[in-house]
């Protein structure tokens, strides 16, 4: 089944530098790449998400991108702000039920 | 638009007891998720139902944990006895795409499971 390995475990940047996280994937079938913020007591929150036919997608100060033949695909968050700060997981789903596997979670502070 | 709601947000109970949990998806929402999320892991589907149907119990627990959506609305998950490494959040995400095609999916806040 699908295996996604997520790097770096914790991330901390000052305020106004860029993060990046990446993430790996095992199944070549896996063709949905969505990104989730996760607060203190809340549940996840979907940020962004890449299908497996786009190279990069950006959405204000935050882009991700895909290399399908690396079976590698990373988010890139540009003018970091406190309020970035949280545990971010990547994920990667499959046509075949549609669940999604998660990796382990970055830990990313933003110091002011 | 109204999101996924869970309740309730924390249980505490001791080993060997029940506890029931119940979530309403996003409205129009036919597939459902249940994902157990471990402190400091990712979230790790359990079931997945698509309207009333199960689709994916490949990963619950079936002697302890069972989970129902009769009216292919809400859903209730069940641990019956509870262990000690029950311990965690169990999170409810819905989405609109249908299974079998991948798609947002959009999560509640979550139950926070103390076994004691």
């Known amino acids: 089944g699908e295996n996604v390995e997520q790097h770096p475990s914790t991330l901390s940047v000052q305020e106004g530098d860029s993060a990046v996280i990446k993430c790996t994937y095992s199944?070549?079938?896996?063709?949905?790449f969505p990104w989730y913020k996760q607060e203190l007591g809340k549940g996840p929150q979907l940020i962004i998400d890449?299908?497996?036919?786009?190279g990069e997608k950006k959405d204000q100060r935050i882009a991700v991108t895909l290399n399908k033949t690396a079976k590698h695909f990373s988010l890139h968050i540009t003018e970091t702000q406190p309020e970035d700060s949280a545990v971010y997981f990547c994920?990667?789903?499959?046509?075949?039920?549609?669940?999604?596997?998660f990796g382990q979670g970055t830990e990313l502070s933003v110091k002011p | 638009e109204a999101g996924v709601a869970q309740s309730p947000r924390y249980k505490i109970i001791e080993k060997r007891q029940s506890v029931a949990f119940w979530c309403n998806p996003i409205?129009?929402?036919?597939?459902l998720y249940w994902y157990q999320q471990i402190l400091g892991q990712g979230p790790k589907l359990l079931i997945q139902?698509?309207?009333?149907?199960?689709?994916?119990d490949s990963q619950l627990p079936k002697d302890r944990f069972s989970a129902e959506r009769l009216k292919g609305v809400d859903s209730t998950l069940k641990i019956q006895p509870a262990k000690l490494e029950d311990s965690a959040v169990y999170l409810c995400?819905?989405?609109?795409?249908?299974?079998?095609?991948?798609?947002?999916?959009?999560f509640g806040p979550g139950t926070r499971l103390t076994v004691t």
């Open positions: 139902f698509q309207n009333n149907g199960v689709v994916d």
């Open positions: 199944d070549s079938a896996s063709n949905y």
């Open positions: 409205s129009g929402h036919a597939t």
């Open positions: 890449i299908r497996s036919n786009v």
């Open positions: 995400a819905s989405s609109s795409y249908p299974s079998g095609t991948a798609g947002e999916q959009y």
């Open positions: 994920a990667a789903s499959d046509n075949q039920g549609g669940k999604l596997i």
